[in-house]
């Protein structure tokens, strides 16, 4: 019976051990990016004073169904360090009664035409050229057809954002696809406990936390002003802890440390598997004393 026990513990570790954590910056213990969609004004006038307050940076997918009258205000979030980010410009999604334009008409190609004229709308905003992406209703598809890949060949877009729920976030980054990061979709009246909850786990796990918000305080899939700002609160006092990038910046830094010789950590572990015996002495005498 006792090597039950024993075998369990070396499982685990095996599990533990098979999953690629990530060293995040300044020793911080895990990353929270907050991402909001759809260019809705409450995000305008509740979010960012908020999280201006809270010298926070977030995402912003925005559609170019956007209220003209509000492009000067992101643009100034653009100036500010806030990413503008692509979420299409007509939102194409499957047919529902409150969606007008279905992807169902779409196909790959049209779709990503589409995203391709809308990073031409997002310069024109801020005159950057590096672009993210959020699918639409967090769907992979076009006239039926998926088109992740032909995204990822596009090569306009670096990174995506889909969907999920409180459990999605990442722990495992070798495996993490770029073009198909999960992220929490907060819910209708979703509380402050509830968020808090959420970044809680990211930070105990040592990983990453991507929120996908939609309205704060007025629009729709809302959670109030009080919710949010309880949330950005927990994430300040916890600010030793916790990273709080825009989306792009975050995926930078993880296909930075993803890369063999990266500069987080993967060095040493690199090198100690190639040179599992390390020479004490400097290579010259190494050379003497083995003959070569
Ligand atoms: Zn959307």
Known sequence: MKTIPTLLILLTALAGHAQESI?????????????????????????????????????????????????????????????????????????????PVHSENYTPYSMIREIEVMNHFLYAVDGKTNRTYAYPCTETTAGGKDYVDSLRKFNQIKYARGGGDASDFITDFKRLDPMLVPSFGVEDNTTGAQLIAFVKKVQQAGGMGVLMIHGIGGDYITISAKAHQEMLDYISKNKNELWVPTFQQAMDYIKQANKPFGPVGRVTAKAERLNPIKPKTPPAKAQKTTGV
Do not use: M
């Open 23 to 99: 060293k995040w910056p300044q020793h911080k213990k895990a990353a929270i990016v907050l991402t909001y969609d759809d260019a809705l004004v409450s995000q305008l006038n509740v979010a960012v004073p908020q999280l201006e307050a809270a010298h926070l940076k977030a995402t912003f997918f925005l559609t170019g169904d956007i209220d003209p009258a509000t492009i000067p205000r992101w643009r100034k979030l653009g100036k500010r360090g806030f990413e503008l980010a692509n979420h299409t410009i007509f939102h194409p999604c499957l047919s529902t009664d409150d969606n």
